[in-house]
């Protein structure tokens, strides 16, 4: 089986299992809410296990595969900063590079360890179907956050968790506090996305492209040709947009304010 080929099936594993537990899960036994979830992680690890093997069986220079599924975007043409005009296409497409390959088995790894023992840690809860459904829309947007072969993907992704940590931190909505925490959380990531969002169009507009090969050759061209520098205002402005988008998600200073008040959703 040519694993590298079906990378595009290790998101889609904790989506069907978020699709089943979301719509038919109310009326299933737990028993069964908990096998759907943690078997659709754990197809997930054993695709991206399979996919990283056959990666590594490749000549280094050639350690990264694209799986396109087909053209997400055509918004027609937008001027750069380098002077003609670029196309706004972007498809939905997949990549597995070195660099992703350690994230899919780390998240797909992880992940599943923690939905086996939240079948037990949540048993007795009420909803167990919906925090097993939002626990695969995580992985669902975690996946295709590490695999998205360009930066909208990726923006995708990162969307899809901020919207998973509002409603798993707002598990207990019928207290006020989880209430107010978990639109805590999702006001505070919004101000660290509108850096991402500004980095991202930044980007599209100096390079006329989102996708992630693209970029970094036309990165690394500049720099070796001396047309860029890494000096220059642009790049530190995509920068430090990138950055802020970073701090937000990860709760650092001065976007860490949510997180103390996460402890409202389902924790020790």
Not at 244 to 260: D, E, F, M, R
Request: with cysteine; net charge neutral; charged share 10%.
């Amino acid at each position: 089986m040519n694993f590298l080929d079906l990378i595009w099936l290790i998101p889609l594993f904790p989506a069907i299992g978020f699709v089943i537990n979301g719509i038919i899960g109310k009326r299933l036994p737990k028993t069964v809410i908990g096998i759907i979830a943690s078997g659709a992680v754990l197809l997930s690890f054993i695709f991206a296990a399979g996919a990283v093997l056959q990666l590594l069986q490749l000549d280094p220079a050639q350690r990264s595969h694209t799986v396109k599924l087909y053209e997400w975007i055509n918004a027609g043409g937008v001027r750069t900063t380098e002077g003609p005009v670029a196309r706004f296409i972007v498809d939905w497409a997949f990549l597995l590079d070195p660099l992703s390959s350690v994230m899919v088995l780390v998240v797909t790894g992880i992940g599943f360890l923690i939905h086996v023992y939240s079948t037990g840690y949540m048993h007795e809860e009420d909803g167990f179907y919906r925090f097993f459904a939002y626990l695969n829309l995580f992985m669902f947007s975690m996946l295709t956050l590490i695999l998205g072969s360009n930066y909208l993907m990726m923006f995708i992704g990162w969307e899809g968790v901020g919207l998973c940590s509002y409603l798993l931190i707002g598990y207990y909505f019928h207290k006020r506090s989880a209430g107010d925490a978990s639109k805590k959380a999702f006001i505070v990531n919004r101000v660290g996305d509108w850096g991402l969002s500004i980095g991202i169009m930044l980007i599209f507009l100096t390079f006329g492209s989102l996708n992630f090969q693209t970029v970094g050759e036309k990165v690394r061209e500049g720099v070796i040709s001396g047309a860029f520098h890494v000096s220059d205002p642009i790049f530190i402005i995509i920068a430090i947009a990138l950055f802020v988008g970073a701090t937000g998600k990860s709760a650092q200073i001065p976007l860490y304010v949510w997180l103390p008040d996460a402890m409202e959703g389902p924790t020790l």
